[in-house]
Structure formats: C-alpha cells, structure tokens
C-alpha cells in the first residue's frame, strides 16, 4: 500500500513538471523563466501568427549564464531540428555576461531564418520592447519583469511581422508598456533635476545673487 502510494505521488510529481512542457511544445524551445500563463499566452499569439503569415516565432528563455561575447547564432543551431522554416528565433538570455568589467548582464537575440523574413520587423523595437521593462527599477521581481519583457517583445515581433503583410492580430498584447516606460523615464529625470535644484543649484545661486548683492 505504501509503495502504491509513493508510485502515485511521484507520477504526479512528474506529471505537474511535465505540463509545462508539454505546453510549450510548440512555440517554446527552452523554458528556464515563464511562467505557465506567459507560455500559454505565447502560444496563442505564435499559433495566429503562423495561421495568418506562414511564418513561424520561437523563444528561447534561458537562465544560462552565457559568458562575455556568447555566440547566440552558433548556440540556436542546436534547436534547428525543432525550428521550420520561414521563421525568426527570439533568444532572452537575462544571466548572460555583456562586459565582465561592467558586470552588466543581460542579452537579446533575434536570429530569423532568411534576409526576407528579417526585413519584416524592426529589430531595435523588438529589442527595447523586453530589455526596457526588465531595466526599470520598481518592486516588481526580476521573475515577473522577465515574464512580461518577453511577452511584450514577442507580442511586438508578431505584430510586426503581420503588419509587414497587412495583418493585424487579435491576439497580441498593446504596447502600452512602451508608453509607460517612456513616462517613468521622464518622471525620473525630472525628479533628479528638481533633486539637483534643491541641494545643489539652488544653494549655489543663492550664493551668486548674495555675492552680487554685496
């Protein structure tokens, strides 16, 4: 009876381990980040976006700590039985080394298959779309900030790649985020320069129109 019951427990150990895969089977490569909601919400917009542009976007999110100058493209051929053409390979790499002196981390890559099918996004809108949530600094974790720079990098590479055809999804997510981002920045900046007023301009033109005073 015991060990029925210690077989029981470990299938479905197994079991709930291997619902993720078995989800992420198809537009997934590697899940070490996402959550089960991001994968199934990737999924959905892959799935539209091969129905409606034959063109097929994988992920790969990888907590791998690549070291300084990783060969990304050399890296994605180890999946290139999984991958069928035309397509494009979005790599989140958040632990990789950017510069070792730096100690800055982090890494995006966008590997399509063809030149045709590169010229149909914007690689610099896909990029910024994930690396410019995962900078800001709020209270959010790093776990929820890598779950949503990666779907809205993904929602914005879809989009694009459909609006290139004259197709506009239903099923990706507005970047409203972008927005945001750009009006934390500038909340920031402002706060920084009202802060540099107050302690530093401040008192030292005081001083100036004192000194002209006398």
Not at 128 to 137: L, P, R, S
């Amino acid at each position: 009876m015991n060990k029925a019951k210690v077989r029981a427990s470990v299938l479905a150990v197994l079991a709930l381990w291997m619902l993720p895969l078995l989800l992420n089977a198809t537009q997934l490569l590697r899940n070490d980040l996402l959550k089960l909601e991001a994968v199934q919400l990737i999924d959905k917009m892959g799935e539209e976006l091969q129905e409606k542009t034959g063109v097929n976007a994988y992920v790969i999110a990888t907590n791998e700590h690549f070291p300084e100058r990783f060969n990304l493209v050399e890296h994605s051929k180890q999946y290139e039985a999984k991958l069928s053409k035309p397509y494009v390979l979005f790599i989140f790499a958040p632990y990789a080394t950017i510069t070792k002196k730096a100690k800055a981390r982090g890494r995006v890559g966008i590997i399509p298959s063809s030149d045709s099918v590169k010229a149909l996004y914007n690689y610099d809108d896909v990029r910024d779309a994930g690396i410019n949530i995962v900078a800001i600094k709020d209270s959010n974790t790093d776990e929820d900030k890598f779950n949503i720079g990666v779907l809205q990098a993904y929602s914005v590479l879809a989009d694009n790649i459909a609006a290139s055809k004259g197709i506009k999804l239903e099923k990706t997510i507005p970047d409203e985020m972008g927005t945001m981002v750009t009006i934390l920045r500038i909340l920031v900046y402002a706060g920084t320069a009202i802060l540099l007023w107050i302690f530093v301009l401040r008192s030292l033109w005081i001083r100036m129109r004192d000194g002209k005073q006398e």
